[in-house]
């Protein structure tokens, strides 16, 4: 299985901006590029639901309507990590943010992603 690790949250004010990053490590950390990669999110008390995600090349990506163009899931193969831009953050975004890995194409179900990252938090104030 692949090692993922995320980093970036932090608290900030609505309509601030974070990027969030999540780096491989493991046994599959020279294939990293073969992975689908997803970001979900899981506010207390309710289920994960799915963020975005973006092919093993990059090439295609996915979205949740809730994002409106406001995240970009971008990643950097050579160095085994996946990133997710968050512009314009609302309190509704306040969330524990995960980054997991798949061999499904553009999924949006949690259940096809095989490999999970710890998550870090992300607070929006008002």
């Known amino acids: 299985q692949v090692q993922l690790v995320e980093s970036g949250g932090g608290l900030v004010q609505v309509g601030g901006s974070l990027r969030l990053s999540c780096t491989a490590s493991g046994r599959t950390f020279s294939t990293f590029s073969s992975y689908t990669m997803g970001w979900f999110r899981q506010a207390p008390g309710k289920e994960r639901e799915f963020v975005a995600a973006?092919?093993?090349?990059?090439?295609?990506?996915y979205y949740a309507a809730f994002v409106k163009g406001r995240f970009t899931i971008s990643r950097d193969n050579a160095k085994n990590t996946v990133y997710l831009q968050m512009n314009i953050l609302k309190p509704e975004d306040t969330a524990g943010y995960y980054c997991a890995a798949s061999g499904v194409v553009g999924s949006r179900w949690s259940s096809d992603y095989d490999d999970w990252g710890q998550g870090t938090q992300v607070t929006v104030s008002s």
């Open positions: 973006i092919n093993r090349r990059g090439g295609s990506t």
